[in-house]
């Protein structure tokens, strides 16, 4: 543990002890456990703020496990203006407390772990406008939400949602009261299930120490069929294409599942990004490039509302596709009896996936080693080669020609077809043979037409070999042309 601590550089702006005009102090602790932070304040006042970051001995942390306090300075929706990433550990010179002044605007923060393995240590803070000057009350707002009968009735229970927003110092606190009983705080739906006719007040405090008038919503609430307590159990599964890191790439694709083997499920919602809820009616996507976060949720007809649950993924760009082929190339070497052919292919972009060649018309074969032809006469050998995204390159092909070993015997000064003298030297070749012996006019030919594509075949391969120039092998061209072989 103490080399990972040891290891790991994080960048800490700033680290200092925080002046006495700080206008407040918000503290995260930490211990060993990696799922979450043990403490962390969820709302702040824009200004000046000290920040606490304590993961030690004293916040339960006996194991030495490092963690991170890291603000998101990317992802959209949020401040991205306070850049702040400390390491603590128990083990570390200030025994795992550290202190940091920031200045906070209004609007959200993304706070992370970034400890690999401590992905599920997130959260936000909200932080709202100061001020001493807000002399203006919340607003606030009420619905009812739950399953209902014909004549209205909520059945079973009625969940009763309070909403309040404040442009000035920003909301303090939220008060709620049922039937006229005493105020309480209010942190989440408010459900009412005693049968008979209800009224439940609220109320909004600012920072500033303004109260809003109280507002109020009425309804019934009649028993239900059966006595089911039990919320809906709800998941999500997220799907896409996924890099080497994990990460999505281009788009996710999420899909919501909710059961209850009571009065079944009534509806199911989401929440994007901190966006509004919206109700689940069939898989959603996202494909923007970040990271984010996706909350849900799913009551059932009995108003039992399950606990909100959080999947968190990034989305990275997806790469550049590639459209090249490969690029081939092939050589030949000759010795007497037998050819040799070596194919070479390079791509850069995906690699290379395969490589094919094609012997005188035939099938197309696995190329895996150098292709030896040991047939004599004159040959064709094609090759081509496909890449890793399914680019194939054009078909190449190279001639060769395999000499008879102890068949080369004309020793003729010049090229002589058909007792034409052609006057070119008779030149020895790289298989030890000369231009007449591979000319071979005395073999048997089923035409004219035969001998001289054979002649075309094996002067083109004295060409590339740079025995002949284009020029002269013209010439013998046109001399077995004239010639009477084959007719």
């Given at each position: 543990?103490?080399?990972?601590?040891?290891?790991?550089?994080?960048?800490?702006?700033?680290?200092?002890?925080?002046?006495?005009?700080?206008?407040?102090?918000?503290?995260?602790?930490?211990?060993g456990d990696i799922t979450r932070y043990k403490s962390a304040p969820t709302t702040a006042t824009a200004g000046e703020t000290t920040i606490v970051w304590e993961n030690s001995e004293a916040t339960g942390n006996t194991l030495g496990m490092p963690h991170t306090l890291t603000f998101d300075t990317s992802t959209e929706g949020y401040n991205h203006d306070v850049t702040l990433n400390i390491l603590a550990s128990p083990f570390d010179a200030t025994d795992g407390k550290h202190t940091a002044t920031v200045n906070l605007t209004p609007g959200k923060y993304r706070y992370f772990c970034t400890i690999p393995g401590h992905s599920t240590m997130v959260g936000e803070l909200v932080v709202t406008s100061g001020g001493g000057e807000d002399t203006t009350a919340p607003t606030v707002s009420g619905a009812v939400t739950g399953t209902r009968d014909p004549a209205g009735a909520y059945v079973g229970s009625a969940t009763v949602t309070v909403t309040a927003s404040d442009s000035?110092?920003?909301?303090?606190?939220?008060?709620?009261?049922?039937?006229?009983?005493?105020?309480?705080?209010?942190?989440?739906?408010?459900?009412?299930?005693?049968?008979?006719?209800?009224?439940?007040?609220?109320r909004a405090t600012d920072r500033a120490g303004n109260v809003s008038a109280a507002g109020?919503?009425?309804?019934?609430?009649?028993?239900?069929?059966?006595?089911?307590?039990?919320?809906?159990?709800?998941s999500a599964q997220l799907a896409g294409a996924r890099d080497a890191a994990g990460d999505y790439v281009g788009s996710v694709s999420f899909t919501l599942t909710a059961t209850d083997a009571g009065s079944g499920v009534a509806s199911v919602e989401y929440q994007l990004d901190g966006g509004a809820w919206t109700v689940y009616t069939a898989p959603g996507a996202v494909n923007t490039a970040g990271t984010h976060m996706l909350h849900y949720r799913a009551v059932d007809n009995a108003g039992n509302t399950s606990a909100v649950r959080m999947e968190h993924f990034t989305i990275v760009v997806p790469p550049v596709p590639d459209t090249t082929p490969p690029v081939t190339t092939a050589t030949?070497?000759?010795?007497?009896?037998?050819?040799?052919?070596?194919?070479?292919?390079?791509?850069?972009?995906?690699?290379?996936?395969?490589?094919e060649y094609q012997l005188d018309g035939g099938a197309w074969t696995g190329y895996a080693a150098p292709v030896v032809v040991t047939a004599a006469g004159a040959h064709t050998l094609g090759y081509r080669a496909t890449d890793n995204a399914g680019n194939t390159?054009?078909?190449k092909s190279v001639t060769l020609t395999v000499a008879v070993p102890g068949a080369c015997s004309d020793t003729r000064a010049t090229v002589i077809i058909d007792g034409d003298d052609t006057g070119i030297p008779n030149t020895v070749t790289g298989d030890g043979c000369t231009i007449n012996d591979l000319i071979a006019e005395h073999a048997t030919y089923r035409t004219h037409a035969a001998f001289v594509r054979h002649v075309e075949t094996v002067t083109a391969g004295l060409v590339a070999a740079g025995t002949l120039t284009s020029r002269r092998a013209g010439t013998i061209v046109r001399t077995a042309a004239r010639s009477s072989v084959g007719s």
């Open positions: 543990m103490l080399a990972l601590v040891a290891g790991l550089v994080v960048a800490m702006t700033p680290l200092l002890v925080p002046p006495a005009s700080a206008a407040q102090t918000l503290t995260w602790t930490a211990d000035g110092s920003g909301v303090a606190g939220v008060e709620y009261q049922v039937d006229d009983a005493s105020w309480q705080a209010y942190s989440s739906g408010v459900v009412v299930s005693a049968p008979g006719d209800h009224s439940v007040q609220f109020s919503v009425t309804f019934t609430v009649v028993a239900a069929g059966d006595d089911d307590t039990t919320a809906p159990a709800v030949v070497a000759s010795s007497p009896g037998r050819a040799t052919v070596t194919v070479t292919a390079t791509d850069a972009d995906s690699g290379v996936a395969s490589v390159a054009a078909v």
